[in-house]
């Protein structure tokens, strides 16, 4: 998207951070340590360079989207979920629709059997990271073994002239069933939480932006537990029958969250505050006809190749700076 589309508006006060689950974003090589056997060229999905080059330029072009109606400028964040490897997210970052963005990547490799991780993609312009770390999880199967899953990104940053935090998550899946697997996102959730109380501990006003794909909706026990009294969902009531950020079998769920404190609410020269949140679901990004007309225009369905860019939706927050 070239900066000429913006040149006859004037700049805006609005910026946009983003959540996007890629959606198994795995290369064509093979990782000995990963069971990343399913996206190989001699796997029965036949994934190959030709459909890894397809499916990053389809991301590229959805993340270059995100939130520029509003704001008249790509994304300045944007955490992301499903990803292999570091070499992946900055093939991402150099797409066409992304490149002139000269985006930044924070990457940790976690101990995730399958090797998808989380990461960050952010503008520098806007952005400067004073730390980073990968917090691992720790969570237990019914038989007391440990689960290995995602690691927690934790970036601190300067965005504009304000100091943030941002947590990003992938929390274990439902896969095994929607109860057996609850107390490991309860854990996940009592982690996240662990990790707000000693940076509020530090410094009581700091403002944390918590998002993911949590593989729960806003009203489970799990996102309950961490939201308590001190956070806000701004996209809790944006589930619907009729919309969420994926959908399965018929009904939609709202897995992928951007949660923050109170204090972005406040106003407050050279301070951020909040604007809106949504889901992003652009035509692009959707099935165009059939009985899955709507939804989410993923990359396979099962080993059959579709073509598209992701089971999720991504979701967005636009925060306004006060000059």
Same mark, same amino acid.
């Given at each position: 998207?070239? /900066?000429?589309?913006?040149?006859?508006?004037?700049?805006?006060?609005?910026?946009?951070?983003?959540?996007?689950?890629?959606?198994?974003?795995?290369?064509? !090589?093979?990782?000995?340590?990963?069971?990343?056997?399913?996206?190989?060229?001699? $796997?029965?999905?036949?994934?190959?360079?030709?459909?890894?080059?397809k499916?990053?330029?389809?991301?590229? *072009?959805?993340?270059? *989207?995100?939130?520029?109606?509003?704001?008249?400028?790509?994304?300045? #964040? %944007? =955490?992301?979920?499903?990803?292999?490897?570091?070499?992946?997210?900055?093939?991402?970052?150099?797409? !066409? &629709?992304?490149?002139?963005?000269?985006?930044?990547? #924070?990457?940790?490799?976690?101990?995730?059997?399958?090797? #998808?991780? %989380?990461?960050?993609?952010?503008?520098? *312009?806007?952005?400067?990271?004073?730390? $980073?770390?990968?917090?691992?999880?720790?969570?237990?199967?019914?038989? =007391?073994?440990?689960?290995?899953?995602?690691?927690?990104?934790y970036?601190?940053?300067?965005?504009?002239?304000?100091?943030?935090?941002?947590?990003?998550?992938?929390?274990?899946s439902r896969?095994? +069933?929607v109860?057996?697997?609850?107390?490991?996102?309860?854990?996940?959730?009592?982690?996240?939480?662990?990790i707000?109380?000693? #940076?509020?501990?530090?410094?009581?006003?700091?403002?944390?932006?918590?998002?993911?794909?949590?593989?729960?909706?806003?009203?489970? *026990?799990s996102?309950?537990?961490?939201?308590?009294?001190?956070?806000?969902?701004?996209?809790? &009531?944006?589930?619907?029958r009729?919309? +969420? $950020?994926?959908?399965?079998?018929?009904?939609?769920?709202? @897995?992928?969250?951007?949660?923050?404190?109170?204090?972005?609410?406040?106003?407050? /020269?050279?301070? &951020?505050? @909040?604007?809106?949140?949504?889901?992003?679901?652009?035509?692009?990004?959707?099935?165009?006809?059939?009985?899955?007309?709507?939804?989410?225009?993923?990359?396979? %369905? =099962?080993?059959?190749?579709? +073509?598209?860019?992701?089971?999720h939706?991504?979701?967005?927050?636009?925060?306004?700076?006060?000059?």
């Amino acid at each position: 998207m070239p /900066k000429s589309l913006f040149s006859h508006h004037k700049s805006t006060d609005l910026f946009t951070i983003a959540f996007y689950n890629l959606e198994n974003l795995f290369d064509t !090589k093979n990782d000995p340590h990963t069971l990343d056997d399913d996206f190989l060229p001699t $796997s029965d999905k036949q994934w190959n360079d030709e459909r890894y080059s397809k499916k990053l330029k389809k991301l590229g *072009k959805a993340i270059a *989207k995100i939130g520029v109606k509003e704001t008249r400028r790509l994304p300045v #964040i %944007v =955490g992301v979920a499903e990803t292999e490897n570091l070499k992946v997210l900055e093939d991402l970052a150099n797409t !066409k &629709h992304l490149r002139h963005q000269n985006y930044s990547v #924070i990457h940790y490799e976690s101990p995730d059997e399958r090797g #998808i991780d %989380v990461g960050l993609l952010y503008d520098p *312009k806007y952005f400067t990271v004073l730390d $980073s770390e990968s917090i691992p999880l720790y969570v237990t199967n019914e038989e =007391g073994i440990r689960d290995y899953t995602r690691d927690i990104l934790y970036v601190k940053g300067i965005l504009n002239e304000e100091e943030l935090h941002i947590l990003v998550n992938h929390w274990p899946s439902r896969r095994e +069933g929607v109860d057996s697997t609850e107390p490991k996102r309860i854990a996940a959730a009592a982690q996240n939480r662990e990790i707000i109380d000693d #940076i509020v501990a530090q410094d009581p006003d700091a403002k944390i932006i918590i998002m993911g794909d949590f593989n729960d909706d806003p009203n489970s *026990k799990s996102i309950q537990h961490l939201v308590q009294q001190d956070l806000y969902n701004p996209l809790e &009531h944006l589930l619907t029958r009729y919309e +969420g $950020s994926l959908s399965y079998r018929g009904r939609w769920n709202l @897995f992928d969250q951007i949660i923050i404190t109170h204090n972005f609410h406040r106003y407050q /020269k050279n301070l &951020h505050n @909040f604007n809106k949140a949504d889901i992003f679901n652009h035509p692009d990004l959707k099935i165009h006809r059939g009985r899955y007309k709507g939804l989410p225009f993923r990359t396979y %369905v =099962g080993d059959q190749y579709k +073509g598209g860019l992701s089971d999720h939706f991504p979701v967005y927050l636009i925060l306004k700076f006060n000059n």
